[in-house]
């Protein structure tokens, strides 16, 4: 019987598995992609689905702790996990990842960035990921290079979408200033659209390179202010658990 189940796919969510594993505690870690999966540690049982609100319960049942260190955007995944926990009896632990100030043109979602990009010219460096990508679509395919996660899936997405190959650049982050500078250089971008990812994201980095080609960034805010811990904090649970 597992004690703890995490939630992650995230730079947090493999440093909790990473002390899990070392520890030994019974653990089951859920992430939704196979290349969340590759990037766990050796040792505990990993379960790679996308999971509703009614299996997640279903596995919580019994279980003494459940972590969610998904991404700061993921919303709908972290709202499900936390009803889950209510329906199983389960204490819910959400891992905070610590904001970082910007003064950058700043958008509710992803549509409203869409909606401002119509209006202007100019190659666009969309690094929200490809859930995202649908949205700018309708700025022109031609104008749009998009960095996303190097797997299958994000690649046939991106073709489905009408992206040609010089367009799509599949790295896992996160990057240097230097090598964000050196890409946006590349594909001679005027605009930036990242989500505001966090030191842990390479948000700053981002930032920095395109202040430094003058290259016009647009942020899309986080869907909203949750309650939690931090990383740290959340580590230290995990010791006095044990």
């Known amino acids: 019987m597992c004690r703890v189940i995490l939630f992650g796919g995230t730079e947090e969510g493999r440093e909790i598995a990473e002390l899990l594993a070392d520890k030994g505690v019974p653990s089951l870690v859920c992430v939704a992609t196979e290349y969340g999966a590759a990037a766990l540690p050796k040792g505990l049982k990993i379960l790679q689905k996308r999971l509703e609100r009614a299996e997640m319960a279903e596995l919580m049942k019994g279980v003494s702790l ?3 260190a998904t991404h700061p955007y993921a919303d709908k995944a972290s709202e499900n996990i936390s009803a889950a926990c209510g329906d199983s009896g389960t204490k819910y632990v959400r891992v905070l990842r610590k904001s970082v100030e910007y003064d950058c043109e700043s958008f509710e979602n992803a549509e409203k960035a869409a909606e401002y990009l119509k209006n202007t010219e100019g190659n666009v460096f969309v690094t929200t990921g490809v859930k995202e990508l649908e949205k700018f679509i309708s700025i022109g395919t031609e104008r749009i290079y ?3 996660l190097p797997s299958v899936e994000s690649v046939e997405k991106c073709t489905a979408l009408g992206l040609a190959g010089k367009h ?8 240097s200033e230097e090598l964000n500078r050196a ?4 594909v001679d971008a005027a605009y930036l659209v990242t989500k505001e990812s966090g030191a842990n994201g390479g948000f700053k980095e981002k930032l920095a390179a395109a202040e430094s080609l ?3 960034t647009l942020v899309i805010r986080r869907p909203r202010a949750e309650n939690g811990f931090t990383l740290e904090r959340v580590l230290e649970m995990i010791e006095e658990i044990i």
């Open 214 to 216: 003058g290259v016009k």
């Open 183 to 186: 890409m946006m250089r590349a």
């Open 146 to 148: 998009a960095r996303v």
């Open 168 to 175: 799509i650049i599949c790295m896992q982050g996160p990057f």
């Open 66 to 68: 459940c972590i969610d």
